[in-house]
């Protein structure tokens, strides 16, 4: 919040709130808060005949959806802005293009949302994307439709320790494509925004291979990083640089939005998901390697076990064995290849590397094909499961100095710069959270440590305020057995010979906290009948 004061002063008096009517507007559009998801992201942005879908955007991510900006550039607001999430679903009039979808947004965050934005320009941290002399590295595309990529699956049966890495194959990709592409795809390299100041105009095609930054090291000669891989593969250049960017302050916002009109459920029903249109499946090969990805309608999986799958579809926490009941044992072991794809009217997620299934409709769709071809029967039912109370022992916790800071939570290190990981590597988890009250602590280890934590958490500590802090530990599979992380057990102190830290001993250590395992009803996957072959293709 003090580094956006300091910006304050390069923007414009004039709200853009306040400017000449927005032109655009929705027919009709449903608000709402979102409902919890163990991954939240935001997705969706599509139209899909005349409507507009938008699900598990934060306040930040409208601002900038609705401005064309990168979410960086959003600055000021309430501690809420980063944490709340909405979905919008809207009719659109005909004709409706995606740049007349963002005056839309603008339109309804100032009507439902009273929101007011001032704009200007400040010099910010900005990755550009750049041309190296001589010809590019890469193929002019001949095609004209929308550009896509699509990751590149292993190789089957490579040797014990060879080399891994990320790669995808692109078509038709405009260079203002790649960058918003290198910086969803490389989040791990490139924490602020891509641009393109390459001056190469069309469409192009090309592969790019890279090593995840947290495996560069460990590869040594054979790793490579995403700033060498594009100057290598592609011929062009990826410096970070400060550069002056479209800025956007926060004046004012409610978080509540106004009500939906009273007959929003009959003017904007929610459309079934249709089935998957072909569905292949089979038995996996004996040798063949773990392997998922999702291309444009369609979705590939080898040698996955059916209860990978069966989380996914039902949004369930793979580390969870109590929230599936009745459970065969062969769903853990039986490994299954699905190739399945949906017809031309499946409502499609629009990324910057093309258009994906919707995450929502996907779910409902794999759930449907795994009922029909393995003959399953289920239903959810409350059941008592594990779960913690997060109660106050000898509290360690620095109260948070500027209460207006957003409340969020980053992986990496805080304003000090230490990272344990450095010297520990067996540390790998480093969470650092700013403005967060013990409720909204407990709320998020089920997203940054949902290894241990599987449920809810509830606050007993009676502690008011809003604290800053970092957590050091290791994520569940470096624990080894009968540690105390691995089982769920908060009770244990104990010191892992391999130097791993459990979640429960970072929070008693680090936090002066302790999660207090409880039982608790929470809904619960029961299956009912359920065959281990499926049915004929």
Not at 79 to 107: C, F, G, H, N
Not at 147 to 172: E, L
Not at 278 to 307: C, F, H, W
Not at 471 to 487: E, M, R, Y
Request: glycine share 8%; proline share 8%.
């Amino acid at each position: 919040m003090r580094a956006a004061f300091a910006l304050f002063a390069l923007l414009s008096v004039s709200s853009l709130a306040q400017t000449a009517a927005v032109p655009k507007s929705f027919v009709i559009a449903d608000v709402h808060t979102s409902s919890f998801t163990s991954n939240p992201f935001m997705h969706g942005n599509s139209i899909q005949g005349d409507r507009y879908f938008l699900y598990q955007a934060t306040m930040v991510d409208l601002i900038a959806t609705a401005y064309g900006v990168d979410a960086v550039n959003v600055n000021g607001g309430p501690s809420w802005l980063e944490r709340d999430r909405y979905d919008i679903r809207a009719t659109v009039p005909p004709k409706t293009t995606q740049d007349d979808v963002k005056l839309m947004l603008r339109s309804l965050l100032a009507d439902r949302f009273h929101l007011v934005v001032k704009s200007g320009t400040a010099p910010m941290p900005t990755y550009i994307l750049s041309a190296i002399p001589g010809k590019p590295k890469m193929t002019e595309s001949e095609g004209n439709g929308e550009g896509s990529c699509a990751p590149v699956p292993p190789p089957q049966n490579a040797p014990p320790g060879a080399p891994s890495y990320n790669a995808v194959n692109c078509k038709g990709l405009t260079m203002a494509a790649l960058a918003d592409t290198l910086h969803n795809f490389a989040g791990d390299y490139l924490d602020q925004p891509v641009i393109d100041e390459t001056n190469l105009a069309g469409s192009w095609d090309f592969t790019l291979k890279w090593t995840r930054h947290g495996q560069l090291d460990k590869q040594g000669a054979d790793g490579i990083s995403i700033f060498a891989a594009v100057e290598k593969q592609l011929g062009l250049k990826l410096e970070l640089k400060t550069a002056p960017r479209p800025v956007f302050q926060v004046a004012s916002v409610d978080e509540t939005p106004t009500p939906n009109a009273a007959n929003i459920a009959e003017a904007l029903p929610e459309p079934p998901a249709s089935p998957f249109e072909v569905a292949v499946i089979k038995p996996s090969a004996p040798d063949e390697r773990g392997y998922g990805r999702i291309t444009g309608n369609q979705i590939e999986t080898r040698a996955i076990p059916l209860m990978f799958l069966m989380t996914f579809g039902w949004d369930l926490n793979p580390n969870n064995k109590e929230s599936i009941a009745n459970a065969p044992k062969w769903l853990d072991s039986a490994k299954f290849d699905f190739l399945a794809k949906a017809g031309d009217n499946v409502r499609v997620d629009k990324f910057s590397s093309g258009n994906l299934i919707n995450y929502e409709d996907l779910r409902s769709m794999l759930r449907a094909l795994i009922a029909e071809r393995f003959q399953m029967k289920w239903h959810m039912e409350d059941r008592p499961v594990t779960a913690y109370t997060l109660v106050a022992v000898k509290p360690r916790l620095k109260p948070t100095l500027d209460p207006t800071e957003r409340t969020r939570c980053k992986e990496g290190p805080g304003p000090d710069g230490k990272d344990p990981r450095t010297d520990s590597p067996v540390l790998n988890r480093l969470i650092t959270c700013q403005n967060m009250t013990i409720a909204q602590i407990g709320d998020e280890l089920q997203h940054v440590a949902n290894g241990y934590i599987y449920n809810p958490v509830v606050d007993g500590t009676g502690i008011k305020g809003s604290y800053d802090f970092t957590l050091s530990f290791s994520s569940a599979d470096k624990i080894l057995p009968n540690t105390g992380g691995g089982t769920g057990n908060s009770d244990s102190n104990s010191a892992d010979p391999n130097g791993a830290l459990s979640v429960f001993d970072a929070i008693s250590r680090q936090l002066g906290l302790k999660l207090e395992k409880t039982k608790r009803p929470y809904p619960v996957l029961v299956i009912d009948h359920m065959e281990e072959t499926p049915t004929a293709n």
